[in-house]
C-alpha cells in the first residue's frame, strides 16, 4: 500500500475520493472523474506530491470512462507493479515520486506506443499550460 500522505502547503488535505484512490488504490466510478473531458493544454501531475505525470498532447478519448494517456512525460515518472486482484493479470501504475496509486496501463492504446495509461481522475491535478491555473481531479 503507498505511504500515508501527510498534508503540506503543497499537499492540502486529500478528499475522501482522492484518499480512497491515492491510498487505498480504489478506483472512482467511470464518467465521473473531473479531469476526463479536458481538453486543454497543460501537464497532468501527481496529486499527491505535484510530480509531473501526463502531456495533455499525449492523452486521448479511449472510451473507457477514465482519462487514458498513451505515454508519461518520462518512463521513470511511473512505478509499474503486477495486479492480480479481481481474478486478473494487470499493471498497477503508481507515482514514482510518492507511491501514490493512478491507475493501470494496457497494451492497447494507440501509435507510437500501443499502451493505454487509464488514470483515475482523483490521482492527478491538472496546471493549465496557458494561464496556470490548476484543476484538481
Known sequence: MANEIKDT????????????????????????????????????????CNAPLFYSDTKFDAGCGWPSFYQPVTHDAIKYLTDNTHGMERVEIRCSNCDAHLGHVFPDGPEPTGDRYCVNSASMSFIDGENGDKTAG
Open 9 to 48: 502547503p503543497q499537499n492540502p488535505q486529500l478528499t475522501d475520493i482522492q484518499r480512497y484512490v491515492t491510498q487505498e488504490r480504489g478506483t472512482e466510478r467511470p464518467y465521473t472523474g473531473k479531469l476526463l473531458h479536458n481538453t486543454r493544454d497543460g501537464i497532468y501531475h501527481c496529486l499527491c
